[in-house]
């Protein structure tokens, strides 16, 4: 099976800061990587899909980027609404994987 | 609207059953991959299963094989998850998830359910 690897699992940051998140995968999966954002007692909610692709209705300081292994999650200006958990998924191989999470604090 | 809504969690005694069910509208269900996603609390996301828009083809986690069965009926747009010798350890929320962006593959979930709890304990 594909292994997923996030870091960092936890990150403290401000309103206004510019946020990574790294995901990566043990073997190649091409593009097929999403994130997901989940709020506690909700279910996850898709971000970008396909490495880059923004999912509609998602905004715009979400971005992705990345291929094969390494992958990021970047979000360029972290607003009151983003302080939550992200994952990312491949979906490379039938059998899914996720990302261990990692939990955007305030700092 | 786009909805999934999940039912059939509870409390079960180890070594227990469950059929957890999974209702879809405001989409052609029947054109899309099925999935089962789960979350212990405080942990974080587990696919547990996924099965083709017409049943063929099934996979499931490690974890759950042998012990899990994923099915679907297409005519009442209904996604399906059977547990049987149930353990502490698959206490979770258990999602039921569709990825609509393609219908030749698997794709990203962008359609997830509220969830349903199901805890394992005597």
């Known amino acids: 099976d594909i292994q997923m690897t996030q870091s960092p699992s936890t990150l403290s940051a401000s309103v206004g800061d510019r946020v990574t998140i790294t995901c990566r995968a043990s073997?190649?999966?091409?593009?097929?990587l999403a994130w997901y954002q989940q709020k506690p007692g909700k279910a996850p909610k898709l971000l970008i899909y396909k490495a880059s692709s923004l999912e509609s209705g998602v905004p715009s300081r979400f971005s992705g980027s990345g291929s094969g292994t390494e992958f990021t999650l970047t979000i360029s200006s972290l607003q009151p609404d983003d302080f939550a958990t992200y994952y990312c998924?491949?979906?490379?191989?039938?059998?899914?994987?996720f990302g261990g999470g990692t939990k955007v604090e305030i700092k | 609207e786009v909805q999934l809504v999940e039912s059939g969690g509870g409390l079960v005694q180890p070594g227990g059953s469950l059929r957890l069910s999974c209702a879809a509208s405001?989409?052609?269900?029947?054109?899309?991959?099925m999935s089962w996603v789960r979350q212990a609390p405080g942990k974080g996301l587990e696919w547990v299963a996924n099965?083709?828009?017409?049943?063929?083809?099934?996979y499931y986690v490690d974890s759950v094989k042998g012990r899990f069965t994923i099915s679907r009926d297409n005519a009442k747009n209904s996604l399906y998850l059977q547990m049987n010798s149930l353990r502490a350890e698959d206490t979770a929320v258990y999602y039921c998830a569709s990825g609509t962006g393609t219908t030749l593959t698997l794709d990203a979930f962008d359609i997830w359910g509220q969830g349903t709890m199901v805890t394992v304990s005597s």
């Open positions: 073997q190649s999966i091409s593009s097929w």
């Open positions: 998924q491949q979906y490379n191989s039938y059998s899914v994987t």
């Open positions: 099965i083709k828009q017409d049943g063929s083809e099934k």
């Open positions: 405001g989409f052609t269900f029947s054109s899309y991959w």
